[in-house]
């Protein structure tokens, strides 16, 4: 009973404060023309509370971390803001046209772009995971631009990012807590974002059916009034216009004159003989033809090549305790001998080439890569293949764990003491285990890449399809 008051009085007080404002107000506003002071302002300030809550903790989390991941902090928050004043627009103002709405959400696109292209130019950082977290999530921001039901659209950025944090809790799980910390407080952004689309914006952005039409930009006002008329034209000049007319008319009279001769208006034209004529002379015609494609010769070329894509250097080297592998072009003899249980190799943008990694690494991750071989002897945690075509990879001592990932071609071939590790795949086609049989034999094993789901009547169970031949 006693809640049940509490919300009864939150809701006269409320009713209350509504009705002090419609006192000072236009007779319109009075008949009920209230969105400005409930359902919008409502709307901008539950996300508000977004602002004020999960992002602030966020940013507290990643000043604490420090670097990169406080600047890549900075633009996320500056990114909120930019979509907060386009929701506050939204509550004041009809939806405008498809090319004035997309120039009214241009700054948020630049802003996703620039937080991208962040984690693009700090690949080397030893907080690459956190910016590739914050890189697959901030597409979500994306969602006023989804017509309808843009809450999945938000979970499925969140679940991306999920695939870097979960690196992050693991890199991190007995060290720095922070971390976790960090991880817990970012997810909550895209969490509570759900909410507030669910609770608001259910089946896609909500315009305001009173205000004017939203202008072409998110700094714009609307304008206060119409537009003032333009001038009038200057006075007419007056000048004696009798001669003028006299002069027309005699002009009028001698054009009739020539019309009515009939016949006799050929007289004064001048014969032509069959040598002058283009068609039945083809000296004349050759000639012609050089005219017109003469000055074409004088031109420049214009050439329709696309521009050549930036040429990287190669890189082979150990930063910190990552070792680096980037940019190697058909180099078959690329070998990382002296290697310690703490270090990791980031092996980027390789193509046709092969690498050997001698000794014992922490983990190795091979990210856009095309036609690599990769040898490694022994691995502690996990190797990973991202984004990648047509890869090779041989064990010739232990790793725990193979994880594929938006990948088409990855050949693994076990060595006999790697026969337990577990094969994670995702979103990955062409993949084939091949496991030792004698001494310098394989034999192959494609993974599924088809599955079939039933419901056993208390939950989903899914596995791979029988597929005969």
Known sequence: MEPLVERLEQAVIRLEAVSAKLQGCSPSMANGDINGLSGEAQCVNAFDHLLRGPLCEYLKDSRAIGGDVAKHAEMVQNALQLQRTFLKMVSTHQEPAQTELTDLLRPISDQIEEIQSFREKNRGSQLFNHLSAISEGIPALGWVAVSQKPGPYVKEMNDAAMFYTNRVLKDYKDSDPCHAEWVRSYLSIWTELQAYIK???????????TGPVAPSSLFMAAPAG??????????PVFTDENPKSDTSAAQRSALFAQLNQGEAITKGLKHVSDEQKTHKNPVLR???EEHQTSPSKGRAPCSSTPTPAKKHSPVLELEGKKWRVEHQEQTHDLVIEETELRQVVYVFSCNNSTLHIKGKVNSIIVDNCKKLGLVFHNVVGILEVINSKDIHLQVLGKVPTISINKTEGCHVYLSKEALNCEIISAKS???NILVPQGDDDYREFPVPEQFKTVWDGSKLVTG???IAG
């Open 464 to 466: 791979p399809t029988e």
């Open 226 to 235: 119409p537009c003032p008329p333009p001038p009038p034209p200057p006075p």
């Open 199 to 209: 609770q608001h914006h259910t089946t896609g952005l909500v315009w305001s059916k």
């Open 429 to 431: 086609s062409e993949m």
């Open 286 to 288: 050759s000639q012609g």
